[in-house]
Each structure stands twice: as structure tokens, then as C-alpha cells.
């Protein structure tokens, strides 16, 4: 049997962010967060679910490091909750904070696993959501304070830092769409929050350099390769529309210093200005980052509809696979997607931040969980993200989506994302699926059989 192999120095990981795993949510000091706020207002997420307790990381994070180290883990994701270090988001440091994040990483370190750490994955501190949020340009400066803050308390032992996870979903989701915290429908506060997140973002790589740590810098954008329907010219249009909105709108000012024109345009036309920018922000934002994270679970299928603002809709293909999100299992789409980013964006480092799929797991009679949908979703992922290396991509290093079973979102409980299963009803009790033993053998051999 022949070996699918990787680079020698690729590294293998798996990825978590802290409002999903930690719980504690109104311990040791730390602030409220706009999640915290979401979820306990009735009717936002499904079950009425919340993260107060969820995995319980907060109170675990041993057993969860001595798991990782099974598991054979060369890198481990995680991301440090903004409240917990600064409960009003500025201002008063709570020391317990940086000492549960300084915990956390010295294991890491003694179990021979290298920290990622993501500054923000979306746990906005509520205080200053009170005074405008993400809208408020003035966030972009305290959330810089904040990345200091944590570089000066960390930056000696993590090596690898991430500004923003999925400002996309942050801006749109949150603002746009109304489906995430904190829950607003507007399209003009959504492209300020795009922007203000983007600008904090190059503000903070500054700060990084001026640090001095010996490191690397970059951002986590989540990205899909968008696909026509047809090859008709309306539908070729709808997928360039629907690539600015999903993927250029976030890539382009980071790397080209600019927003796509075309989307732009139409914005224009529908508002007079759509967000403010000051003169400079480009140039900020589009400071050299030493790596891109990018996120892919699915493909964009796309077909003209001049009834949609944006001129396209997406629709689904018949006659695949689907996860339990309701996803489209492409594989072949993170090639296309790798390649793409390769020809016009960047020669940089890439790394898969993350990729996974939910799937109703369940313990079996034997007491393990065995989730083959899930192994074979990442078989053919792996072998994706190998078809891209051969092709001369820069791909360093895949995360797992996710470490454990957790609190996934708008869905609360509903949707299992884990290689780790999490009996909530027993415990908390922890559980290697099948998933977790297909990535140790992927480690152990740094490849996995064609």
C-alpha cells in the first residue's frame, strides 16, 4: 500500500475558541461578553443552549492538554476570551485571566505542543458593545491595547498568533444577517464592523512588530471557493459578485490594500457612503502578515438572481453528500481554494485554521464513537490539501475542526464538530472517536494511506 506523505516540518494540530469550550463564563473575574449577553436572551439559540458551563475547559484544560498530547498533537488552536483579561474590554487587567491562559500554554509546552492563539473569536466584551461595538472605531484602538497586553504576557511563549477568526462571519452573521451576537440586521453597521475589524487587525500586526517577539503574525479568514451553475454569462457575474462578498471583500484589503470595485459600486449606489474609512486605513490593514489561516468546510454554488441585491442566490446540488450542518461534502474545493489563494494573493505560509463536519455522533454498545462519515470527510481533505502542496502551494500546518464536541453557536448542543466526544449528560465525560485515532495515525506517520 502506497503513502500519501507530507512535508517533513508540516505540522498537525486541532482548533477550539474559548466562549465554546471554556464555560465559567462569570468566574475568576471575567467581564461579560456579547455571547454571554445572546445567549441568555430567549429565542436566539436553538434548545435555548448557552456557554456557561459548555465543555468546561475552564476547570479541565489538563485532562483536554493530556488528550491532545495522546492524540499526538503538534500544535494546538485555541483563542483567549477578551473579557477574561479585560472585563469592561479596557482599562483594569484581571490577573486570573492571563494566569488561566498562562496555565494553559506552560502545559502545552511541557507536553511538547505548540500554542496558537487567536486574540478574537468573537467574544466582544459587552461593555463595549454597550458603547457601539465593532461599529465604534474606537474598538479597533482597545482591541490593539488588548493584543499588547496579551504579546507582553505571552508573547515569550506562544509562537504563533492570529489576530481575528472570521471577520466575515463576525461582520455579516452578527450585524447583516442578525444570527450570531449581538444580532443586528443592518447592512451599513455590518460594513463598519467589517472595517473596523479589519483595521484593528493591521493595527495589532504593528504592535507585533514593535514587540520584538520572535514569532508569527497573521489572520483566520473563512473562505469558499465559488462555483457558477451554469457557465452563462449571468452566472459567471453571480459568481463574481458572490466571491466579493464571501471571500474578496476580506482578502483584498489585507493583501492589495483595496475592496473590490465591482461590490463597492453596488454599495455605492444603495448608500450614499457605505462606512466610513479614514485615509490611511488601507495601508494599515494591509501590513505584511507572516502567515494566512484559512477555514473550509464547503464549496459556494451560485446562479444569477437580479431579485437579490447582490445579484446572486446560492443553491444547492442535488445528488451529494451533506453534513448534518446541511454543508456540501467538496473536498475538491480546498484544492481550488489553496490554489486561487497561491496564484493571486499570497506566497506566504498558509495553514487550514480549520476544517471539519459535524455529524450525529453517538455512543456505540462498546462504548466508543464511531464517526466514518467524519474519517472519511477528513481522508479526502487530507488528500485535497496534498493535491495542493504537489501543485507548489506553501500549505505549513492543518488544524482540526474541532478538538472536542462544544458549543456550536446559533445551534447550541445540536451539531457535533469533535474528534473528542463530549458526554454532557455523564459528566462531561471525554471520548476519543474514531476521528481522533485516524488523526494520531496521521500524525504518527505525518501521511495516511491512498
Known sequence: ?????????????AATASYQIEGAYNEDGKGESIWDRFTHQKGNIANNDNGDVACDHYH???QDVKLMQEIGLDTYRFSIAWPRILPAGKGKINQKGIDFYKNLVNKLLEAGIKPAATLYHW???????DNGGWENRDTAKYFNEYAQIMYRELGDLVPRWITHNEPMVVSMVGNLWGEHAPGFTDPQKALQVAHNLLLSHGMAVKSFRESGIDGQVGITLNLNHVYPKTNSTEDQLAKDYCDAFNNRWFLDPVFKAKYPEKLMSLYQNEYDNPFEMEKGDLEIIS????????????????????????????????GVEYTEMDWEVYPEGLTDLLLRLNKEYTKAPIFITENG???????????QVHDKKRVEYLEE???????AIEAGVNLAGYYIWSLMDN???AYGYDKRFGIIFIDYENEQTRILKDSAKLLQEVIAKNGLDK
Do not use: C
Not at 1 to 13: A, H, L, S, Y
Not at 381 to 387: G, V
Open 1 to 13: 500500500m502506497t503513502m500519501i506523505k507530507f512535508p517533513e516540518k508540516f505540522e498537525w494540530g
Open 407 to 409: 458549543f456550536e453557536w
Open 60 to 62: 479541565r484544560y489538563q
Open 357 to 367: 463536519a459535524a455529524y450525529d455522533d453517538q455512543i456505540a454498545e462498546d462504548g
Open 123 to 129: 467574544d466582544l466584551p459587552q461593555k463595549l458593545q
Open 287 to 318: 501590513r505584511d502578515i507572516d502567515f494566512l489561516g484559512i477555514n473550509y468546510y464547503s464549496r459556494a454554488v451560485v446562479e444569477y438572481d437580479e431579485s437579490e441585491k447582490l445579484n446572486f442566490k446560492t443553491v444547492k446540488p442535488d
Open 381 to 387: 481533505h487530507f488528500k485535497a490539501a496534498k493535491q
